[in-house]
């Protein structure tokens, strides 16, 4: 069993930046890929950026490429995200999952493990 607890939403304005954390307690979080979904109102859960179990694979979302960048911590039971550049499209609910295997995935129904998420509003 994996508890993840993700960290670093709030209120920014328009390019600012933001620096999500996911810290996962109980089984090794470095055995997991991980992703990062977000969920504004009224829409779909959707696929932001996902890291491999090694690290050395990443993904992300076409809208948040070049701005968003995903990395694992040090003692690899954190993943964090990076956000620059944010504009209010990208105001939503934040949420990092995991999932036992090597590489990320962009379906959410495939993770096994979801926090609790984090809101991220970008307004002036």
């Known amino acids: 069993q994996v508890q993840l607890v993700e960290s670093g939403g709030g209120l920014v304005q328009p390019g600012g930046s933001l620096r999500l954390s996911c810290a996962a307690s109980?089984?090794?979080?470095?055995?997991?890929?991980v992703g990062w979904f977000r969920q504004a109102p009224g829409k779909e859960r959707e696929f932001v950026a996902g890291?491999?179990?090694?690290?050395?694979?990443?993904s992300y979302a076409d809208s948040v490429k070049g701005r968003f960048t995903i990395s694992r911590g040090n003692g690899r039971n954190t993943v964090d995200l990076q956000m620059n550049s944010l504009n209010p499209e990208d105001t939503a609910v934040y949420y990092c999952?995991?999932?036992?295997?090597?590489?990320?995935?962009?379906?959410?129904?495939?993770?096994?493990?979801w926090g609790q998420g984090t809101q991220v509003t970008v307004s002036s």
């Open positions: 109980g089984r090794t979080f470095s055995a997991y890929a």
């Open positions: 999952a995991g999932k036992w295997t090597l590489a990320p995935i962009e379906v959410p129904s495939k993770y096994d493990y």
């Open positions: 890291i491999s179990r090694s690290g050395g694979v990443t």
